[in-house]
């Protein structure tokens, strides 16, 4: 049924090209049915070409729905694009709080686990009086 989705807004887009905003609204639509349709039952995972093809139909649908000041779609778009963003982004990597380095993390994780001067030393491999210093 999504295949059938697909093709029919694919037809629909190629149709609706000099009419911009029902082309902008179908690349937006098409961008979902194709991600539903890689993402369905039975698929384990998201099929890159989709992901690739609906985030170029969205950032073009992102693109005329700024220039033709339609902020329903605009809002739609941006909105699926940084959900999109968000869950591609690797789910190993930490995000550290007011840019802190993962060595300054490190220090601040010991000094709240209440450790003093020399256990963190000791426990960074650097001597107590580097501490406090910057490299």
């Not at 629909?12 to 890689?38: D, F, I, K, M, N």
Request: aromatic share 6%; hydrophobic share 45%.
């Amino acid at each position: 049924m999504l295949d059938e989705a697909v093709d029919l807004l694919r037809a629909a887009r190629q149709s609706q090209v000099h009419y911009r905003p029902w082309y902008a609204w179908t690349c937006y639509e098409l961008g979902e049915a194709l991600l539903g349709r890689s993402t369905a039952p039975g698929t384990s995972v998201a099929a890159p070409n989709a992901i690739a093809e609906t985030r170029a139909l969205w950032e073009e649908a992102l693109g005329l729905a700024r220039e033709m000041h339609m902020p329903p779609l605009e809002k739609r778009v941006a909105a699926r694009l940084e959900k999109l963003q968000v869950s591609l982004a690797p789910a190993s990597v930490p995000t550290l709080p007011c840019g802190l380095s993962p060595r300054e993390a490190e220090v601040l994780w010991l000094l709240a686990a209440g450790k003093t001067n020399k256990e963190i030393a000791f426990g960074l491999g650097i001597s107590e009086k580097n501490r406090g210093q910057p490299p």
